[in-house]
Structure formats: structure tokens, C-alpha cells
């Protein structure tokens, strides 16, 4: 059985530099603040995830993260390194040649294209094309349902096939650090346990890191090592998500208990 990766109380060692880390980060839309001081790390080789009700804030970190939306206040960092700040943002194809990939909500598969085309879209920043190949075949061997319709349209998949694509997509950049937002929305339970199986190997024999947002918050913490919880754009809580799971605060709101 294959179990998340063991991260400390504290969402990671304090000695060793987050792969990710937001500090007091807030963002606005016009008048509406949808994150207000949000702090968070993200130890590397680590699961973490991000839960919350609809509107809590969570894509809203993930567009801070990449740089979709600059923020008002605070700092983005990766590897030590600020992407995003009132007065620097990194641009979302730099970040991508840094390393970092993002599977979007609702999936965004390119309808008229192949399977395979629209997985080689992922590698647009890449031109070593024996490795591109040999990527390819990886992605196909995790999804085999991918291989079996390597060259149908993807408007002709299923939402499970669907979010297959997408990240088997990120998967092409070669990313260290994979962002995932709401990746179980709209699928079928065994297909959602598919994907969460395919996510722990990705981090645990591949290495990646992953920011993990869900409204599914008990997929979310059963993958995840720590976790925050977002609510009205703001850290109500974190911790360890064993933990998490048992807290009657988030055994009320998020786990139905």
C-alpha cells in the first residue's frame, strides 16, 4: 500500500528552504480581497494540501503561485526565490521553464487535438525530443487508457480520460513542483481513486512536490502529509493531516461528521 510521504508538525524541517512558500500574501479582485495574510510553506518532495469551501480562497493561492493574479501584499517565493510580490511578478512561462506545472480546474483539454498532441503541448518549453519521447511513453504507461486512444480527439473523453490528459500534460514539462486545482471535480469515485493513486507515485518515486487544492477535503487529507484550511481567504487552520481528519472543526464543516 502506498502511503503519503511523512513531512513534520510544523509543515517541514525549519533547516531546510521550502520548495514553495507564501508569506503574508494577500490578493485583491477590484474591491474584494480573496486572500488576506495567508502564510503557508511547502517542505520539497512533499504532498500539501489546500482545503476549503467554495470561495475559502484556494484558487486564489494557486493564481498568486503562478503569477495569474499579482498580489496586493507579501511575498511568493520558490527555492528561496521571489515570483510574485506588489512590485515582481515572474512570468507563468518562466515559471514553467523553473520548473513548476499546473493542472487547471475543469481540465481545459484541447478538443480537436489528439491525445498525444495535446499531451506534447505540455512540452512546448522543451526541445530535447529522444527525452520528450521517452516522457511520453511514461505518461502513457501511468494512464494506459491514454494509450488505447492515443489518437482520438479529446473532445471525445470522458471527464476521468479528461483530467488523465491534463496531467499527463503538466507531467511533460518535467515539472519539481505540480499544482493541482480541484482535480477530482466531476468524476466518477474509481476513477477519482485511479487518479489519487497515480498522484502518491508521482511525489513518492518521481519526487515531485504537490500543492494539492480540493473541495473533496477527505481525498485531500487521505493524500496529503499536512494541510491549511481556507476560509474566507485566510489560514483557519493547519497541521498535519492525520490530525486534521480527526478535528471537529473540520470534521463538521469538510468530512460531513
Known amino acids: 500500500m502506498i502511503t503519503p510521504s511523512p513531512i513534520s508538525a510544523n509543515g517541514g524541517d525549519s533547516s531546510e528552504q521550502p520548495h514553495l512558500a507564501l508569506s503574508s500574501v494577500s490578493l485583491r479582485y477590484g474591491e474584494v480581497r480573496a ?28 493564481r498568486a503561485i503562478t503569477g495569474l493574479r499579482p498580489v496586493m501584499a507579501g511575498e511568493v517565493k520558490i527555492n528561496g526565490q521571489v515570483i510574485n510580490s506588489p512590485t515582481h511578478t515572474v512570468a507563468t512561462h518562466e515559471l514553467v521553464r523553473q520548473g513548476v506545472a499546473m493542472v487547471p480546474e475543469g481540465r481545459h483539454v484541447f478538443p480537436y487535438m489528439s491525445i498525444k498532441d495535446n499531451l506534447l503541448m505540455g512540452a512546448y518549453t522543451r526541445n530535447d525530443k529522444a527525452e520528450i519521447a521517452i516522457d511520453l511513453e511514461k505518461v502513457c504507461e501511468r494512464f494506459p487508457r491514454l494509450k488505447e486512444r492515443f489518437h482520438q480527439q479529446g473532445s471525445s473523453l470522458s471527464g476521468g480520460e479528461q483530467q488523465m490528459v491534463a496531467i499527463g500534460r503538466a507531467l511533460m ?65 493547519e497541521g498535519d493531516s492525520k490530525a486534521l481528519m480527526t478535528n471537529d472543526h473540520v470534521k463538521r464543516l469538510y468530512l460531513g461528521g
Open 173 to 237: 514539462a518535467r515539472p519539481k513542483l505540480l499544482l493541482l486545482d480541484e482535480p477530482s471535480l466531476g468524476i466518477a469515485p474509481q476513477v477519482i481513486r485511479l487518479i489519487g493513486r497515480s498522484l502518491i507515485e508521482i511525489n513518492q518515486r518521481d519526487g515531485i512536490t504537490i500543492v494539492l487544492v480540493e473541495q473533496n477535503s477527505r481525498m485531500a487529507l487521505a493524500l496529503s502529509s499536512y494541510a491549511y484550511v481556507l476560509e474566507t481567504g485566510h489560514v483557519a487552520l
Open 35 to 62: 486572500l488576506e495574510n495567508v502564510t503557508l510553506k511547502v517542505p520539497r518532495s512533499s504532498i500539501v494540501a489546500l482545503i476549503g469551501a467554495n470561495g475559502a480562497g484556494k484558487s486564489s493561492a494557486l
